[in-house]
């Protein structure tokens, strides 16, 4: 499954998701990007799910309406998600197209 990293998703995540191929928006130089754009391209590139720590983005966009899934990490912290990597990756695994989770990090 192809995963986009938002800006603020901690970049050591990417080890633990050996399964999939991760991409960050600072590599795609998408940083600049409002979260339509983003969401919009991240559509139309091809990327299955969105991983990100804006708790905000179900608020500011029409999320039925897109396939790329999103994971909210509800925590930036890279010590407690680290923690709590099988729930994170358990949570991605799981999402469908369109889908939208937020990840709890205790």
Not at 19 to 31: D, I, K, M, Q, S
């Amino acid at each position: 499954m192809r995963l986009l990293f938002d800006q603020g998703t901690p970049q050591p995540l990417k080890a633990h998701l050996p399964n999939h191929e991760v991409a960050t928006v600072f590599e795609l130089g998408w940083g600049s990007l409002s979260n339509g754009e983003l969401l919009s391209r991240a559509d139309a590139a091809g990327f299955a799910v969105l991983v990100t720590t804006d708790q905000n983005l179900k608020y500011q966009q029409n999320l039925p309406q897109r396939r790329v899934a999103i994971a909210v990490l509800m925590k930036a912290s890279w010590p407690r998600i680290e923690r709590h990597i099988g729930q994170v990756r358990a949570a991605i695994d799981a999402l469908v197209p369109g889908a939208y989770v937020e990840i709890a990090i205790p």
